[in-house]
């Protein structure tokens, strides 16, 4: 697979990506960079953002500031956004990636597990938000925010409810701020994005052999999990200048797993082909 957009598409563009340093923020972090963007990588293991950010450089020759950021504390955020501004003049873009979840039945849960994962997504969202957007609008500077959701953030989903309450919040954030400070020239749209495999989402989350019972190809028509690069080209599309009039969307990007889902016959596709020759003569016996 290969990158969507022109060579220079984010060209004098500064961009901080939280939880930049694995998994699929390191990865749309990598492409902004071969696009030509200045790139911020913040999360709390400062230690894993700074290897990131050599071998994202080696990878790229593009320039990588690491930030120490947990962006549950308002305070940090604060900083992370002057720190980017300081290093490169300017914040342009901000992907909200950072996330964390518990696979779990729900009363397993204590009250305080269930408050980190709303602490992370939801208010660690929107305090990125909050303090971006008072920068932006204070320095009359437009801004993109582009938030990665999931799909569950519109249909619930068992055994993650933090998760998808969280999530349900931040698209809720992403098309109120849409409105609200589309006079200020700032865009907020969202990606709802489908199984793409990371250590984050698949090892951690659903350890040893649980990842191949729940294999998430198979829930998708497509039969195969997202690579990396397919979500990088929609995320660096809605960075850029080309998605200018795109604002309050969220674009879905899972090979149609989640309509799947909700329809009520889609498992007939375990229907072997004499099955449904049977099927078919009879339908012709009775009609
Ligand atoms: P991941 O590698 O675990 O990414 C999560 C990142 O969030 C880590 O870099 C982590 O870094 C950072 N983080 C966690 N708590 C933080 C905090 N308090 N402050 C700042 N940063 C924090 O997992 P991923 O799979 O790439 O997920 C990336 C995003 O995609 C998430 O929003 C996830 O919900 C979404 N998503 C993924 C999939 C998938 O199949 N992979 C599907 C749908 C949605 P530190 O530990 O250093 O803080």
């Known amino acids: 697979m290969e990158g969507m957009l022109k060579p220079g598409s984010l060209e004098g563009k500064t961009i901080i990506v939280t939880g930049g340093g694995t998994g699929l923020g390191r990865s749309m972090g990598k492409y902004f960079l071969q696009l030509g963007a200045r790139l911020v990588i913040a999360s709390r293991k400062l230690d894993v953002l ?35 501004e300081a290093a490169f003049g300017a914040v342009h873009g901000i992907l909200n990636n950072a996330a964390g979840n518990f696979i779990s039945p729900t009363e397993r849960l204590s009250h305080r597990a269930f408050d980190t994962i709303v602490d992370i997504v939801l208010k660690g969202t929107y305090n990125v938000a909050l ?26 989903s068992g055994y993650v409810v933090p998760s998808a309450c969280s999530k349900a919040g931040v698209l809720a954030l992403t098309r109120s701020l849409a409105v609200e ?107």
């Open 131 to 156: 303090a971006a957007g008072k920068n932006w609008i204070e320095r009359k500077q437009p801004g993109v925010f582009l938030n990665i959701v999931t799909t569950y953030a519109w249909t619930g």
């Open 181 to 287: 400070w589309a006079k200020y020239k700032i865009r907020s749209n969202a990606i709802a994005p489908g199984p793409f495999p990371t250590e984050g989402a698949w090892s951690r989350l659903l350890p040893g052999d649980l990842a191949k019972k729940f294999d998430p190809a198979q829930r998708v028509p497509l039969k195969r999990v997202g690579e990396h690069q397919e979500l990088a080209n929609l995320a660096a599309y809605l960075m850029s200048d080309y998605s200018a009039y795109v604002n309050g969307e969220v674009i879905t990007i899972d090979g149609g797993e989640w309509l799947r889902s909700g329809g009520e016959f889609s498992d007939l596709e375990h229907i072997p082909d004499a099955l449904w020759d049977q099927m078919e003569k009879a339908r012709q016996r009775t009609s």
């Open 50 to 84: 700074q290897q990131a950010a050599r071998d994202l450089e080696a990878e790229t020759g593009g320039k990588v500031l690491a930030l120490a950021c947990d962006i549950r504390k308002y305070e940090d955020v604060e900083k992370m956004i002057a720190d980017s």
